[in-house]
T-cell receptor, first 114, second 115 residues
Framework: AQKVTQAQTEISVVEKEDVTLDCVYE???????LFWYKQPPSGELVFLIR??????QNEISGRYSWNFQKSTSSFNFTITASQVVDSAVYFC???????????FGTGTRLQVFP | NAGVMQNPRHLVRRRGQEARLRCSPM?????VYWYRQLPEEGLKFMVY????????ESGMPKERFSAEFPKEGPSILRIQQVVRGDSAAYFC?????????????FGPGTRLLVL
């Protein structure tokens, strides 16, 4: 069975703090993809990153970075020097081999206060 | 380059009415997916379609729900005889090719409220 767990339901930080959102996944596939999406208060879903299971290199994009560790089945997302505009619900998702659907976690609501 | 478009953005129906949700994929995308997001929950897969074909409808409720993606025009998710439990946000996503390796780009969603 495939599953994505985002244990942190809600996180509150003050602007400029660093924050890490956890994502743990379960799959029997050896080939799979992991995704992060952002859902701001306006409600749309914004694609942030895709990572395949053979690429464990960490990725950095501006203030965003992702840490993929197959040994712990985790794909964590860190926002450095958070800003109020980062306030949103963040979803981690898994795409498995031989399936076209994404399995989403329940999301982590991040609130960044000024 | 327009993204995935969904309309209406908000839809209010009374119990027993029909709801029709439309999705136009990104230009060049021929694969469409529908997901449902219940309040305070993550997205759950409903159905995957290509032009004129339903590829995977394993997440669709067996009754009252149907989806199509005709040769011309948008994909339609149809809910007949809506009930209060159908109130949710319905998201459409598209990708240029099918397969788990493709990124799915999402539309803004349709918020359905059943009174």
């Amino acid at each position: 069975a495939q599953k994505v767990t985002q244990a942190q339901t809600e996180i509150s930080v003050v602007e400029k703090e660093d924050v890490t959102l956890d994502c743990v996944y379960e799959t029997r596939d050896t080939t799979y993809y992991l995704f992060w999406y952002k859902q701001p208060p306006s409600g749309e879903l914004v694609f942030l990153i895709r990572r395949n299971s053979f690429d464990e290199q960490n990725e950095i994009s501006g203030r965003y970075s992702w840490n993929f560790q197959k040994s712990t089945s985790s794909f964590n997302f860190t926002i450095t020097a958070s800003q109020v505009v980062d306030s949103a619900v963040y979803f981690c998702a898994l795409g498995g081999y031989n399936t076209d659907k994404l399995i989403f976690g329940t999301g982590t609501r991040l609130q960044v206060f000024p | 380059n327009a993204g995935v478009m969904q309309n209406p953005r908000h839809l209010v129906r009374r119990r027993g009415q029909e709801a029709r949700l439309r999705c136009s994929p990104m230009k060049g995308h021929s694969h469409v997916y529908w997901y449902r997001q219940l309040p305070e929950e993550g997205l759950k897969f409903m159905v995957y379609l290509q032009k004129e074909n339903i590829i995977d409808e394993s997440g669709m409720p067996k009754e009252r729900f149907s989806a199509e993606f005709p040769k011309e025009g948008p994909s339609i998710l149809r809910i007949q005889q809506v009930v209060r439990g159908d109130s949710a946000a319905y998201f459409c996503a598209s990708s240029p090719l099918g397969g788990f390796q493709e990124t799915q780009y999402f539309g803004p969603g349709t918020r359905l409220l059943v009174l």
